[in-house]
C-alpha cells in the first residue's frame, strides 16, 4: 500500500520582525523572562490589513510549484490546516487554489490547533493509501497575530505568523514516507486556551469587542502541565510501539511552544539535545505551522531515509506523535 511522502516543502514568512525589544516598549515585560521562560527571541508578523493566511499560503503554493516542476492543473486535492482562516467560510483551501490557478481539485480546512501538521497530514495520508488521490497539496498556515492582544504579556509574546505548502504524493518505498501516527483530543482543553466570541456560541457584538474576546486567551499554567506529560508520553509510546532506541532516530522535530517543554520531551525519549531541532526563537509559536516550518527550516540536514519523530500539543486539547521517513 502506497504512504504518503512529502516530495516538496515552500514557506512563506512576512518581513516584519516583532522583536523583545519591541514587544517591552507594549507591556510589562522583558527580553530577559521572555527568552528564559519560552525560548522566544523574535516572531514574523503579516502586518498588512486586509491580508490573512491565503496570502502566505498561495504565496508558498506558488514558490512550492515552481520547485517541484508540478502542473497547478495535475493538483487532485488542496487541504489547508488553519484556525486563523481568511474567513469563517469560503474555505481558505478554495481562496489559495483560486490565487494559484489550481482548478481541477476540491479540497477543505482543517483545524486542531498546534497539531494541526500532524491531524491534516495524518488525514491527507488516509486519502493517498485509498487511492483516492495522487497529488495533494497541504497548506499549514497560520495568521495568529491577528487574534493576539498586543496589551495582554501572558499571550502576546508568544506567537507567530507563516505558512508552509507541501507537495504529498503516494510510495510504495518502504524506506520513505508516513510509517505511523498516534492521535489524541480531550475535550477538558477548551476551559483553558480558545477564542470565545465569533462563533455560533457568541457571535460577535460591540460587548464582545470591548469585553476582548475576539482575542486568544491561554491559562499558560494548566496548558503547560498538560503539554509537558502529553507530548513526552506519546513520543515515548511511538518509540516503544516501533522499538525504537534513541539511537534510532535521526532527527525529532517538536512543535514549537515553549523551549521547556520540548526540552522535556527530548529527555524523556533519550535523545541527546543535538537531536531536537529548534527554532523558536526565529519563529515563535505558530501553531500548527511550527513543525512544517521546522522541516522547511531544517530540510538541509535530512537525508532520505532518515526517522523522524514529530510531536505536538495543542488546543483542544489535541496532541499526537508522528513516525516519519525522510523522503526527499
Ligand atoms: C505561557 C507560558 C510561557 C508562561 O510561563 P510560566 O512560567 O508558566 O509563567 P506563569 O504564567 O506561571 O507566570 C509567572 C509570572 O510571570 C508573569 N508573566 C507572565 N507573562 C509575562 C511576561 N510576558 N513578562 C513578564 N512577566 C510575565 C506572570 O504574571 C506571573 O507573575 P506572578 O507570579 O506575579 O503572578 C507557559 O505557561 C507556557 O508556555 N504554557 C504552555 C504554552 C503551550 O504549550 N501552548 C500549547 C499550544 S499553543
Known sequence: MKRAVITGIEASIPDYVLTNAELETMVDTSDQWIRERTGIVERHILKQDGLGV??????????????TG?????????????????????????????????????????????????????????F????????IVLVCGERLSGMTDYTDRNTCPLFGDAAVAMLVEG??????????????????????LYQKAGGSMYPPTAETVARREHYIYQDGKTVFKY????????????????????????WLIPHQANLRIIAATGHRMGLDDSKVLVNIEKFGNTG?????????????????????????????????????????
Not at 491565503?54 to 520547485?67: C, F, N, P, Q, Y
Open 70 to 126: 508540478t502542473k497547478a492543473d495535475d493538483i487532485d486535492m488542496v487541504v489547508c490546516h488553519t484556525v486563523s482562516p481568511d474567513m469563517l467560510f469560503p474555505a481558505t483551501a478554495n481562496v489559495i487554489s483560486d490565487k494559484v490557478g489550481i482548478k481541477n481539485a476540491w479540497g477543505f480546512d482543517m483545524g486542531a490547533g498546534c497539531s494541526g501538521f500532524l491531524f491534516s497530514f495524518s488525514t491527507v495520508d488516509a
Open 128 to 135: 493517498i493509501r485509498a487511492g483516492r488521490a495522487k497529488k
Open 227 to 250: 503539554a509537558v506529560s502529553n507530548m513526552a508520553d506519546v513520543s515515548a509510546a511511538m518509540m516503544e510501539r516501533h522499538s525504537l532506541q534513541p539511537d534510532d532516530i535521526a
Open 171 to 192: 510510495s510504495d518505498d518502504p524506506t520513505i514516507g508516513l510509517v505511523d501516527y498516534e492521535n489524541h483530543v480531550d475535550g477538558i482543553g477548551r476551559h483553558y
Open 54 to 67: 491565503s496570502e502566505m499560503g498561495a504565496d508558498a503554493v506558488r514558490k512550492l510549484l515552481s520547485a
Open 288 to 328: 500548527g505551522t511550527s513543525i512544517p516550518l521546522a522541516l522547511w527550516d531544517f530540510k538541509d540536514r535530512f537525508k532520505r531515509g532518515d526517522n523522524l519523530i514529530l510531536s505536538a500539543f495543542g488546543a483542544g486539547f489535541t496532541w499526537g506523535a508522528m513516525y516519519y521517513k525522510w523522503g526527499i
